[in-house]
C-alpha cells in the first residue's frame, strides 16, 4: 500500500502530512531567511497556491549576457579586461600626444578597432543565437501534472 504523505529516512519513517511538510520547510526557511519574511505571513503561504503564483518568479530561461541597451557597455567593459586590447588603447592613447607620437593617430587606433569590432559581432551574434533558442525553449508547449 503506497501513501503519499510517507517519507523515508533511512531506518525510520515518519508520517507528515502535507500541512506538516509546508510549516516545516517555511519554518527552516523563516530561520534562514528570518530578515526577509516576516513570521506574521508565514501563515499565508501554502504550497501550489494559485493565487500566491503571481508573486513568485516563473520558469521562463534566459541564458543572453546582453540586452539591446546593456550590449556595448558590457562588451568594450570585457574586452578591456583582456591584456592585449589594454596594450593597443595604451598606445593609442599615447599617440595622441605629439611628443610621443610615432604613426599617424588613425593608424595606430586601426588595430584596436579591428580586434574590438570583430570581438563585439561574435559576441553578438553568439547572443542573439542564444536569445532564439530561449525564446524556442520558452514558447515551447509542457505538460503539466496536477493531483
Known amino acids: 500500500m503506497f501513501n503519499d504523505n510517507r517519507i523515508s529516512t533511512g531506518r525510520f519513517n515518519s508520517f507528515i502530512s502535507p500541512t506538516n511538510k509546508t510549516r516545516f520547510f517555511l519554518a527552516l526557511a523563516g530561520i534562514f531567511c528570518s530578515k526577509y519574511i516576516s513570521t506574521e505571513t508565514l501563515e499565508n503561504y501554502y504550497v501550489n497556491w494559485k493565487q500566491a503564483s503571481p508573486f513568485y518568479a516563473g520558469n521562463r530561461i534566459q541564458t543572453t549576457k546582453y540586452t539591446w541597451f546593456t550590449f556595448l557597455p558590457k562588451n568594450l567593459f570585457e574586452q578591456f579586461h583582456r591584456l592585449g586590447n589594454l596594450y593597443f588603447f595604451f598606445l593609442a592613447v599615447l599617440n595622441w600626444f605629439p611628443q610621443v607620437e ?9 588595430p584596436l578597432i579591428v580586434v574590438l569590432l570583430a570581438s563585439m559581432i561574435k559576441d553578438a551574434v553568439e547572443d542573439y543565437r542564444k536569445y532564439q533558442f530561449d525564446k524556442m525553449i520558452n514558447s515551447s508547449k509542457t505538460r503539466v501534472y496536477d493531483k
Open 102 to 110: 610615432v604613426f599617424h593617430r588613425e593608424i595606430t587606433m586601426m
